[in-house]
């Protein structure tokens, strides 16, 4: 029951903290449409199961053990970030002005990738659910209780970011946000370059 507790405590805790996740699902809902914040955020929660299945067979071990894969991972998903935020900041400057932007379907497949590949490619994802796994899981807890842990991290993601789809897709808050959409455009992109920067020099300065 500890175990069980910590696990909860602690996801939920990650879940809601802000970070690249966040952004591209709530930038995808307000400039793009509902659909495309809730395939982000399937994404996203596919993109959990990525990770408690590779720490499960054992490659979250040696990711936590090998310097230079997790340094690796780190650049990689640095360089991702950063191109996401320069594509949003290409965007927002060809994009209309003000209320003349209409909303703008990124499409279910494309959303889904991107919410996919944001979470794959975050090693904060990485480093929280090794990390989970090594230190609060019991080595002797049962498989099935492992992998269920496993499904409650992603389920915890697509319904929170299912959440945040819903509120930023509203008619009353989109409408309020898409006459700001060139601004809203900057902000994300300039918070995933920023996202990508600090994890690129934080591993330099090592």
């Known amino acids: ?33 509902r659909a495309s914040g809730l395939y982000c955020a399937l994404g996203i929660s596919l993109g959990v199961l990525v990770h408690v299945g590779y720490t499960l067979i054992g490659v979250g071990l040696l990711i936590q053990r090998s310097l230079w894969l997790f340094t ?26 003000a209320a003349a932007a209409p909303a703008h379907n990124i499409g279910e497949w494309r959303a889904l990738k991107t919410g996919f590949l944001t979470n794959v490619l975050n090693p904060k994802a990485t480093i929280f ?50 006459r700001l959409r060139r601004g809203i455009d900057r902000l994300f992109g300039g918070l995933l370059i920023t996202f990508g920067a600090l994890l690129a020099l934080s591993n330099l300065s090592r």
């Open 1 to 33: 029951m500890t175990e069980l507790i910590a696990v909860v405590t602690l996801t939920l805790l990650a879940v809601i903290s802000p970070g690249p996740d966040f952004a591209m699902v709530s930038r995808n809902s307000l400039t793009g449409s």
């Open 72 to 97: 690796l991972l780190k650049f990689v998903g640095a360089a991702y970030l950063i191109y996401l935020g320069a594509q949003m900041y290409r965007h927002a400057s060809a994009a209309p002005p």
């Open 129 to 178: 659910i090794v990390s989970l796994f090594m230190q609060v899981v019991s080595p002797q807890s049962a498989l099935w209780v492992q992998i269920g842990y496993g499904l409650f991290i992603s389920l915890a993601h697509m319904l929170w970011f299912g959440i945040v789809a819903l509120f930023f897709s509203a008619p009353g808050v989109s409408a309020r946000f898409l």
